[in-house]
């Protein structure tokens, strides 16, 4: 079964640096998600991206953020400058179709700032 | 704003024992609802959903029904096992189309003894 695939599993970045995570979701999909999960609290949204943009942000997602779909598979999120309170599980997710449909996930990219 | 709200946890049970984890919603119109399950180490997976009232989503031995008049979508298993521990997470989406993403609830960790 297609799987949404992210790497890395696991990155540890200094304060201040940029860092990329990458997701790889399934093939056929159109829609495309960020979320987060800060250890102890609930999953969040953070973007989603159709037909090459941005389609909804939330609050959390400022302009320290970029999301991108560099090529037909990859699709990034970039976080500029990055700050203590980043640290959190970082789950890339896809839909194929309408609202009703599904999203699956990835594994998640733990990011740990120090 | 959306909002989902699901009983805290840990929930501890014997294998066999019944399980029931509450989930209730606030949301306008008519959303989708969603049961995903995290096993250790492991990202968000799909277990069941219903996308109208008084649909019923049903999986693995899992099942949920849309409840509109209590705004409800509770989790039930009638024999759990071991292999279910893992941490469930109630979640919507709005009825407003597009690239919505998924309100979660706060996630609730269940662990089945033997």
């Known amino acids: 079964e297609p799987e949404v695939t992210q790497t890395p599993s696991h990155q540890v970045t200094q304060m201040g640096q940029e860092v990329i995570l990458r997701c790889v979701p399934i093939?056929?999909?159109?829609?495309f998600y960020w979320y987060r999960q800060i250890l102890g609290q609930k999953v969040e949204f953070l973007v989603s991206?159709?037909?090459?943009?941005?389609?909804?942000k939330s609050e959390i997602f400022d302009d320290q953020f970029s999301v991108e779909r560099p090529d037909g598979s990859n699709f990034t999120l970039k976080i500029r400058s990055t700050k203590l309170e980043d640290s959190a599980m970082y789950f890339c997710?896809?839909?194929?179709?309408?609202?009703?449909?599904?999203?699956?996930f990835g594994d998640g990219t733990r990011l740990s700032i120090l | 704003g959306d909002s989902v709200t699901q009983m805290e946890g840990p929930v501890t049970l014997s294998e066999e024992a019944f399980l029931t984890i509450n989930c209730t919603y606030t949301?306008?119109?008519?959303?989708?609802l969603f049961w995903y399950v995290q096993y250790p180490g492991e990202g968000l997976q799909l277990l069941l959903k219903?996308?109208?009232?008084?649909d019923k989503g049903s999986n693995k031995g899992f099942e949920a029904t849309y409840r509109k008049e209590t705004t409800s979508f509770h989790l039930e298993k009638g024999s759990v096992q071991v292999s279910d521990s893992a941490v469930y997470f109630c979640a919507l989406i709005g009825s407003g189309g597009g690239a919505d993403g998924l309100t979660f609830g706060k996630g609730t960790h269940l662990i089945i003894q033997p």
């Open positions: 991206f159709y037909n090459n943009e941005i389609s909804e």
């Open positions: 949301a306008t119109g008519y959303p989708s």
């Open positions: 093939s056929n999909h159109l829609y």
């Open positions: 997710a896809s839909r194929r179709g309408g609202n009703m449909q599904p999203q699956h």
């Open positions: 219903a996308t109208k009232a008084d």
